[in-house]
T-cell receptor, first 112, second 115 residues
Framework: EDQVTQSPEALRLQEGESSSLNCSYT??????LFWYRQDPGKGPEFLFT???AGEEKEKERLKATLTKKESFLHITAPKPEDSATYLC?????????????FGQGTTLQVKP | GAVVSQHPSWVICKSGTSVKIECRSL??????MFWYRQFPKQSLMLMAT?????????EQGVEKDKFLINHASLTLSTLTVTSAHPEDSSFYIC???????????FGPGTRLTVL
């Protein structure tokens, strides 16, 4: 069964304290791995798509990496405005509809 | 680019009434849209896949007669919650698929409260 697991569930950081969020996946065939940011009471905001092991993408203080088993979202010198829930999702080759399988998310709180 | 809107952003209704939620892709055409439900502090739960011009595909356990989905154009999908009850109160989020690559872009969500 295709599965996505995110850890930790919650993460508290001081402003400027870099860290990483993990997304482990077990799927029959990975078509793409997606990272989204979700603020309370809002819909998810697209961040990155990764397609193959070794791929990396960056956006401001965020950097996403991908291996054959997991993805990491590295946050460098976070600011309070980076506080949000970060969702990881995978798309598999067996799905021709663009359907996503989501992890449970990591809620990040950055304190000033 | 890739902006998706939802209307209304919040709605309060009485038990037994029906509520319609609209999802629009504003700057691209979407053959496929998705409807999700999200409970507090939980991840997104896919309800159904909406395809333009054809019947929606519902996930297991989702009542298709209760959650009516219509995707009449390439920029609009609607979700109608029929005979709503308090247990239908939730945050409903839609997404639209922009192909090549197949990326889902999400709307801002609709908060439904059934009294």
């Amino acid at each position: 069964e295709d599965q996505v697991t995110q850890s930790p569930e919650a993460l508290r950081l001081q402003e400027g304290e870099s860290s990483s969020l993990n997304c482990s996946y077990t799927v029959s065939g990975l078509r793409g791995l997606f990272w989204y940011r979700q603020d309370p009471g809002k819909g998810p905001e697209f961040l990155f798509t990764l397609y193959s092991a070794g791929e990396e993408k960056e956006k401001e203080r965020l950097k996403a990496t991908l291996t054959k088993k997991e993805s990491f979202l590295h946050i460098t010198a976070p600011k309070p405005e980076d506080s949000a829930t970060y969702l990881c999702a995978v798309q598999t080759h067996s799905s021709n509809t663009g359907k996503l399988i989501f992890g449970q998310g990591t809620t990040l709180q950055v304190k000033p | 680019g890739a902006v998706v809107s939802q209307h209304p952003s919040w709605v309060i209704c009485k038990s037994g009434t029906s509520v319609k939620i609209e999802c629009r892709s504003l700057d691209f055409q979407a053959t496929t849209m998705f409807w999700y439900r999200q409970f507090p502090k939980q991840s997104l739960m896919l309800m159904a896949t909406s395809n333009e011009g054809s019947k929606a595909t519902y996930e297991q356990g989702v009542e298709k007669d209760k959650f009516l989905i219509n995707h009449a154009s390439l920029t609009l999908s609607t979700l109608t919650v029929t005979s709503a009850h308090p247990e239908d109160s939730s945050f409903y989020i839609c997404s639209a698929l922009q192909g090549v690559p197949d990326t889902q872009y999400f709307g801002p969500g609709t908060r439904l409260t059934v009294l």
